[in-house]
């Protein structure tokens, strides 16, 4: 049981590039998230999705996009990347917060852009 | 909108004493859930601890447990018998019941002094 899997682990990219960090989870939860984590600010959420098909904004959407074909992935794309995306990005994934109660992260990209 | 604030950005304690952590929240809902995570250098979040609103009993997980005053809208985690391997930040974060979102404080990084 691998939990809530990431990658890469690191990337640098040029300011307008597009890429994917790419989500897994092997626990069978229909909840999965993105958030990002900027220096003294906390989580902030950028994505959600509550099953396969279905995806919805949170607080910082703008720039990014998501898609989640199946339970198990949930990627993200950048297009156009920016200086304020240089960030760290979590994925997590949960059953209904209110019953089972926690998020199961993955380990983080750091993504700079340059 | 539902705010969480940590209003300590460090604290420091020394190996085997205890430290509590503050937390305060804002919300009109009566069904929400708190959560206190843990992150270490490694990035990985970790659950610590879980409180659900309608229960009157404080959490406790082991060397964890929280104070939990619904009236004054406060979340305080308190570390027994402290450790190295305690020191980390603890992110305190918050969610109404039925939603798929968690709202996160700014964090509290914890130094544990040997």
């Known amino acids: 049981n691998a939990g809530v899997t990431q990658t890469p682990k690191f990337r640098i990219l040029k300011i307008g590039q597009s890429m994917t960090l790419q989500c897994t989870q092997d626990m069978n939860h229909n909840y999965m998230y993105w958030y990002r984590q900027d220096p003294g600010m906390g989580l902030k959420l950028i994505y959600y999705s509550v099953g396969a098909g279905i995806t919805d904004k949170g607080e910082v959407p703008n720039g990014y996009n998501v898609s989640r074909s199946t339970t198990e992935d949930f990627p993200l794309r950048l297009e156009l990347a920016a200086p304020s995306q240089t960030s760290v990005y979590f994925c997590?994934?949960?059953?209904?917060?209110?019953?089972?109660?926690?998020?199961?992260f993955g380990p983080g990209t750091r993504l700079t852009v340059t | 909108a539902q705010t969480v604030t940590q209003s300590q950005p460090e604290m420091s304690v020394q190996e085997a004493e205890t430290v509590t952590l503050s937390c305060t929240y804002d919300?009109?809902?009566?069904?929400?859930?708190l959560f206190w995570y843990k992150q270490p250098p490694s990035r990985q979040m970790i659950l610590v601890i879980r409180q659900e609103a309608y229960k009157q009993q404080n959490a406790t997980e082991n060397r964890f447990s929280v104070n939990f005053q619904k009236a004054a809208k406060s979340f305080s985690l308190k570390i027994s018998d402290s450790q190295l391997g305690d020191a980390a930040m603890y992110f305190c974060a918050y969610t109404q019941g039925g939603s798929e979102k968690l709202v996160f404080g700014k964090g509290t990084k914890l130094t544990v002094n040997p």
């Open positions: 919300t009109s809902e009566s069904d929400y859930y």
């Open positions: 997590a994934s949960s059953y209904p917060l209110d019953r089972s109660g926690a998020l199961s």
